[in-house]
């Protein structure tokens, strides 16, 4: 195919780095052309993932009996429970939710310095809802040109409609977004039909009110401005990026000089490289950048750009990868290839063989290049902190025992002479099922037994307590001592609760009172 024959759009970036908007100037429109090919359809595999899981999770049941919910995720605010399938956090084991978030942050990290901004390109949500409106935009409007044309074109009936469908889709998406945030705090078949007939909670109309706004301006009103200015991702990632992580990158060592009319200057003798100056990858960036204009803060890395010119170039019958995942190291190699370590200006026959294949001396990226020390590094503290936060989970105890003393009066001297301390003693049941455990003191405490208030047994070494499920009982406990065992005027001692069915057991180390002088 002649390099003429290739359609050159008439892209221009709107945020150009050789010509830098102002920060309060009005905002130019973005129209992204729509592009085809590997980058693409992982973008869709990736955008039906994650919204699948968002839009679906809450609807998933887990049976964990009769006494706990059956959703399998769940936020309970009421109870104070988060429920993930078979595991149930209490708000005193919140550590592990803070280690999920620093696994988080650790692979955020990964992430990016092995293959850049791949969170934002793919997967963020700013990327995935915009992706979705972008979708329903194409639908109702056309492609780049068709809606460039509608934009300019002025208002008519025709225009209005298209307009006001395309933005109540996009409400309906919003609405359904923030719908969909507020079954993950309550029983998403009941809250639905509660929210539908009005006898939802006032803070649920609120939440999908608020995320609903919030969805249909970043999603569908501001778009590229999220990322520019207001997120910090872009100001941070710079820190963990070195000379081997992978980005999205023009490769000039090829591309230039670039040339709309190739074979008129091939005949010419005049050296030209393989960039036909086609605007393709500037016309289908939804951040609005020309990706040859080097490394900028708003490329998301996105990868469209990539698929824009590999069709190209496959229409021109020339090799992909003008535009591609390449790392520093590499493209300053090639380029000390292609510019004989920078004494002259890019020579694109440099880099290719007599026969017009390229050069072996090419340096080509290898997924072995990212096995680096930093990458071990950041694998090692996340699978750490991962391994800590499993094991913790499987070997927690689930049930507490804490124990308060009396503070007034710290004793009492009954009749018969012997020495009383009244002790609240809190057991907390955390699983989901009923269960019966024995109180008991502990052994080395001789001569002590104690009462239950309200337990018709008294002075017993052990009692029975049914705990209910998922809850704390309270009971108020007097333990009484003989003054001939007792060795001064405080003495530790042991309360003991085991479960006999599962062999659980939890302690608590107390103090017991007693008067100077006894006799």
Not at 10 to 38: E, H
Not at 226 to 239: E, G, K
Not at 346 to 353: D, G, N
Request: glycine letters at 6%; proline letters at 4%; hydrophobic letters at 45%.
């Amino acid at each position: 195919m002649q390099d003429q024959d290739v359609t050159r759009l008439d892209a221009v970036a709107t945020n150009s780095a050789a010509n830098r908007q102002p920060l309060y100037a009005r905002r130019k429109k973005i129209f992204p052309k729509r592009a085809s090919g590997a980058f693409r359809q992982f973008k869709w595999i990736v955008m039906a993932i994650t919204l699948g899981i968002y839009y679906l999770v809450p609807w998933i049941r887990w049976d964990r009996g009769p006494f706990a919910p059956d959703q399998a995720v769940l936020i309970d605010m009421a109870n104070r429970r988060f429920y993930f399938f078979f595991i149930e956090i209490w708000p005193q084991e919140f550590i592990y939710v803070a280690g999920l978030l620093v696994m988080a942050g650790i692979g955020l990290f990964l992430v990016t310095s092995t293959v850049g901004r791949a969170w934002c390109g793919y997967t963020c949500p700013q990327t995935v809802w915009v992706d979705l409106f972008l979708v329903i935009e194409r639908f109702f409007e056309g492609d780049r040109n068709a809606r460039i044309k509608l934009d300019a074109a002025p208002w008519s009936f025709t225009k209005l409609r298209i307009r006001v469908i395309k933005h109540l889709s996009w409400l309906v998406v919003a609405v359904l977004t923030g719908g969909a945030w507020i079954f993950y705090f309550a029983d998403a078949p009941t809250l639905a039909v509660d929210f539908v007939t009005g006898n939802a909670a006032f803070i649920a109309y609120a939440t999908v009110a608020v995320l609903t706004a919030t969805t249909y301006v970043f999603g569908g009103l501001m778009r590229e401005q999220v990322c520019t200015y207001m997120c910090p991702w872009p100001r941070i990632q710079a820190a963990m990026l070195d000379e081997t992580s992978l980005t999205v990158t023009y490769n000039d060592w090829r591309g230039e000089p670039r040339s709309r009319h190739t074979k008129k200057a091939a005949a010419t003798g005049a050296s030209v490289g393989d960039c036909v100056d086609c605007n393709a990858c500037v016309a289908v960036c939804p951040m609005g950048i020309d990706i040859r204009d080097g490394q900028q803060l708003e490329c998301i890395t996105c990868a469209l750009c990539i698929d824009a010119c590999d069709d190209v170039m496959g229409r021109l019958g020339k090799e992909h990868g003008l535009i591609s995942y390449s790392t520093l190291n590499d493209y300053d190699a090639n380029m000390a290839i292609a510019t004989r370590s920078g004494s002259c200006s890019i020579t694109p026959e440099l880099v290719r063989k007599p026969d017009g294949t390229f050069s072996d001396k090419l340096a080509h990226f290898h997924v072995r290049k990212l096995l680096r020390p930093r990458t071990f590094i950041y694998f090692g503290a996340w699978s750490a902190v991962g391994v800590s936060i499993a094991f913790a989970l499987a070997t927690r105890d689930r049930l507490e025992l804490n124990v308060l003393h009396d503070r007034n009066p710290q004793f009492v001297i009954l009749s018969d002479g012997a020495v009383r301390n009244g002790y609240t003693v809190k057991l907390l049941n955390m699983v989901p099922q009923p269960r019966t455990v024995v109180l008991k003191l502990d052994e080395s405490f001789e001569g002590a037994s104690m009462t239950v208030a309200g337990d018709d047994t008294a002075n017993v070494l052990e009692t029975e307590v049914v705990l209910e499920p998922d809850r704390l009982k309270t009971i108020k406990v007097f333990v009484r001592a003989d003054p001939e065992v007792l060795s001064g005027t405080s003495q530790s001692f042991t309360f003991v609760a085991t479960d006999p069915t599962t062999g659980e057991r939890a302690d608590y180390t107390a103090t017991f009172n007693a008067p100077e002088k006894l006799k």
